[in-house]
C-alpha cells in the first residue's frame, strides 16, 4: 500500500519567515496530493491540493509544488502569520475522492 | 465549518464494550469515509460509504463496521474495544468517490477506552 512520509515533525519560525514542509510517498498510482491543516480540536480542513497533471501551484501565501518522477511535493508558506500555527497534514491518493493516505504531520508554531 | 458534524464530541467507554459513532455529511454528499486518529499521527483509512455501500476498507479488522443511510448519514460500530482503539474519529463526506471530489471533515469523535 501507499506509504507516505513527512518532515519535519516540528517546524518553529519568526512571524514574516517561510516554512517549508516536504513529503515523499511511495505508491506510482498516486495521482492526488492535498494538504490538510488541522487547529486544537478541530477537524482537518483543505488549504490546498495538486494533481498529478500540473508541478505547482498557488494560493496567496501557500505554494505546493510536485515531483511525480522523484515521488515527493512541498508545502511552502510564505510570510507566515501566528494564525498559520497548526499541524500540517499531507497525503496522497489515486483520486480526490477516495482513500486519503496521510503522513505523520507538522506541527508548525509562528512566533512574534 | 464544513456541514459535516459529527456525535458525541466524547466519549468514554471500557474495554470490551461497543461504541457507535454518528456523522452527518455535508448537505448533498452521497460519499462517507471513516479516519482513526491516534494521538501525534495522521488519519489513517478506515472504510468507505459511497450510496449506502461499502466501497472500499483500510487495515481494521472486521470488529469495525459501518452503515450508511438512504439520506446519507453514516455510522462507525466497534465492538470489542480495546484500549489501541483509543482515538480521534473523523468522518469526511465528499459528492462522490471520484477524482475532483473534495472530502471534507468533521471535527471528530474523542474516543477514550479504559
Known amino acids: 500500500g501507499e506509504n507516505v512520509e513527512q518532515h519535519p515533525s516540528t517546524l518553529s519560525v519568526q512571524e514574516g519567515d517561510s516554512a517549508v514542509i516536504k513529503c515523499t510517498y511511495s505508491?506510482?498510482?498516486?495521482?492526488?496530493f492535498p494538504w490538510y491543516k488541522q487547529e486544537l480540536g478541530k477537524g482537518p480542513q483543505l488549504i490546498i491540493d495538486?494533481?498529478?497533471?500540473?508541478g505547482e501551484k498557488k494560493d496567496q501565501r501557500i505554494a505546493v509544488t510536485l515531483n511525480k518522477t522523484a515521488k515527493h511535493f512541498s508545502l511552502h508558506i510564505t510570510e507566515t502569520q501566528p494564525e498559520d500555527s497548526a499541524v500540517y497534514f499531507c497525503?496522497?491518493?489515486?483520486?480526490?475522492?477516495?482513500?486519503?493516505?496521510f503522513g505523520k504531520g507538522t506541527s508548525l508554531l509562528v512566533t512574534p | 465549518e464544513t456541514g459535516v458534524t459529527q456525535s458525541p464530541t466524547h466519549l468514554i467507554k471500557t474495554r470490551g464494550q461497543q461504541v457507535t459513532l454518528r456523522c452527518s455529511s455535508q448537505?448533498?454528499?452521497?460519499?462517507v469515509s471513516w479516519y482513526q486518529q491516534a494521538l501525534g499521527q495522521g488519519p489513517q483509512f478506515i472504510f468507505q460509504y459511497y450510496r449506502e455501500e461499502e466501497n472500499g476498507r483500510g487495515n481494521f479488522p472486521p470488529r469495525f463496521s459501518g452503515l450508511q443511510f438512504p439520506n446519507y448519514s453514516s455510522e462507525l460500530n466497534v465492538n470489542a474495544l480495546e484500549l489501541d482503539d483509543s482515538a480521534l474519529y473523523l468522518c469526511?463526506?465528499?459528492?462522490?468517490?471520484?477524482?475532483?471530489?473534495?472530502?471534507?471533515f468533521g471535527a471528530g469523535t474523542r474516543l477514550s477506552v479504559l
Open positions: 497525503a496522497a491518493s489515486p483520486n480526490s475522492g477516495y482513500a486519503l493516505n
Open positions: 495538486i494533481r498529478s497533471n500540473v
Open positions: 469526511a463526506s465528499s459528492l462522490g468517490t471520484g477524482a475532483g471530489n473534495i472530502q471534507y
Open positions: 448537505s448533498g454528499h452521497n460519499t
Open positions: 505508491d506510482s498510482a498516486s495521482n492526488y
